[in-house]
């Protein structure tokens, strides 16, 4: 039996009423691991991977374009991910030094790697050179003289993106969305300063200037904005043509696409993001003349996103009455905003299902909160679960595969959860739990 769209592709539901994932039990998974646990359904990660790399590259291969796609590792990363994310033929961006050395050790070229970050630290950007990544995307004047100075001295020349601020606001959450004018990223196309950059580069020694960049934010189904955001780069570019003489050969669009976190989310698939962009990048060429860039674009909550879960066990079930009437079941679970920081962050929706037996017994309007000290530590808001959840249920919540490990704490010196890989029926661990040992490792103890 199939569970709802929103768990991942090899997820099923058994006779006795437990769920599966890449044909692992999940009670057995629980058992070995431990609970919280992240649960990575491999194949699905890699089809999502494959399907952006596919729809992008055969609706930009229409016009005789090229398309790259970079796995935003900053989604979830594990030097096992980079390695998967390489087989399926992905680029990778990075976002810090700790990512760009995973990204490495998984095996990803260096060539294939984009460095971000609006303050990169010089160590960053030497070491980014030094290891030869394929592109420094570049977010202020600061940089790009800090920058030209280090692959001055380092005898060498910096391969560069500058980053646009397109304007087009989109995006769910405030703090998810990157493209208006008034927030820390990226260079002004309104103001000018995003031609000013593009200029410095362009004269820049320790530069060499490859093109242009922007993201316009995070959780996007608005295929309207990309294509917009899409024109206002190429208008960018042909501007840059125009007055310098030069065709810049790359513009990267970012990533941003929503995904499904609840049976009633929306999401925009690959197939429609690319047929929507290419057209738009298409009519933008059209329009300005010019030749076609070579593209690409950086998902990362919609290749990880979908294909991860979290399993919890159940400790507490408490019913209170609620002022208008009825009653709300809080099912306390053995985690919480330690391991899902996006309920609280963003106002997140989620869903949850008890994953170790079917229950006949009636819904009951739930709450799955966690078990730390504060009362927003909630995980799903609002859910209906079986009126007989109990202690010692699993519980499964769906789509929590991005933004999940990679933003977990040690809130209450919680030990942050495993992540495992599931695949074929077999489990296989890609980071594991913290232990005492971790706790202690980093708190100095008294003589
Ligand atoms: N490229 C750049 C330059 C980015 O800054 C980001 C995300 C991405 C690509 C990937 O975006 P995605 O395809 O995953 O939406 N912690 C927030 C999301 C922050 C996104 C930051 N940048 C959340 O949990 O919703």
Redesign the pocket.
């Given at each position: 039996m199939m569970t709802a769209a929103v768990f991942s592709r090899t997820v099923t539901r058994g006779e006795d009423g437990a769920l599966s994932v890449g044909g692992v039990d999940v009670r057995e998974l629980a058992g070995r691991f431990g609970t919280p646990l992240y649960v990575v359904d491999e194949e699905d990660m890699r089809a999502r991977a494959a399907a952006f790399r596919d729809s992008f590259t055969t609706a930009f291969g229409r016009h005789g374009a090229k398309v790259d796609v970079?796995y935003?590792s900053?989604?979830f990363l594990s030097s096992k991910v980079a390695r998967w994310m390489r087989a399926e033929d992905l680029c990778m961006?990075v976002?810090s030094g700790g990512e760009l050395e995973l990204a490495l050790r998984g095996g990803m070229p260096a060539s294939h790697i984009g460095l971000?970050g609006n303050n990169k630290s010089d160590a960053e950007l030497r070491r980014a050179l030094e290891v030869g990544v394929g592109r420094i995307?570049v977010d202020s004047f600061t940089e790009i003289e800090t920058l030209d100075a280090i692959a001055r001295e380092m005898g060498t020349v910096a391969p560069v993106l500058v980053?646009v601020t397109t304007g087009v606001h989109a995006g769910?959450?405030e703090?998810?969305a990157?493209s208006h004018e008034d927030q820390k990223?990226g260079l002004s196309l309104a103001a000018g300063a995003a031609f000013e950059a593009l200029v410095e580069c362009h004269d820049a020694e320790g530069i060499d200037l490859r093109g242009i960049?922007t993201?316009i934010?995070?959780?996007?189904l608005s295929l309207a904005a990309f294509q917009e955001s899409a024109e206002r780069m190429l208008g960018l570019r042909a501007a840059f043509r125009a007055e310098v003489g030069v065709d810049l050969p790359e513009v990267d669009l970012?990533?941003?696409?929503a995904i499904r976190y609840t049976p009633h989310g929306e999401e925009l698939t690959p197939q429609d993001a690319a047929a929507g962009m290419a057209e738009a990048v298409a009519a933008a060429v059209e329009k300005v003349g010019g030749s076609w860039p070579h593209l690409s674009i950086?998902?990362?909550?919609?290749i990880?996103?979908p294909a991860g879960m979290t399993l919890y066990r159940v400790g507490v079930v408490k019913r209170v009455d609620l002022d208008e009437g009825g009653e709300r079941q809080y099912v306390a679970v053995d985690g919480g905003m330690s391991d899902n920081?996006?309920t609280i962050?963003?106002e997140?929706e989620y869903t949850a299902t008890v994953a170790s037996r079917l229950s006949d017994a009636e819904p009951a309007l739930s709450r799955v909160v966690g078990k730390h000290c504060e009362s927003g530590d909630i995980v799903v808001r609002d859910v209906d679960l079986p009126h007989d959840t109990a202690r010692g249920d699993l519980l499964a919540v769906p789509a929590t595969g991005?933004?999940g490990r990679v933003?977990a704490s040690n809130y209450n010196s919680v030990l942050r959860p495993a992540v495992v890989a599931v695949r074929d029926g077999e489990a296989e661990l890609l980071v594991r739990r913290d232990t005492l040992e971790d706790l202690f490792s980093w708190d100095v103890a008294p003589d």
């Open positions: 970079y935003a900053k989604a961006d976002a971000h995307i980053r769910g959450h703090y998810i990157t990223f960049h993201h934010g995070s959780q996007i970012g990533g941003g696409y950086e998902p990362g909550r919609a990880a996103g920081m996006r962050t963003y997140a991005a933004y933003m």
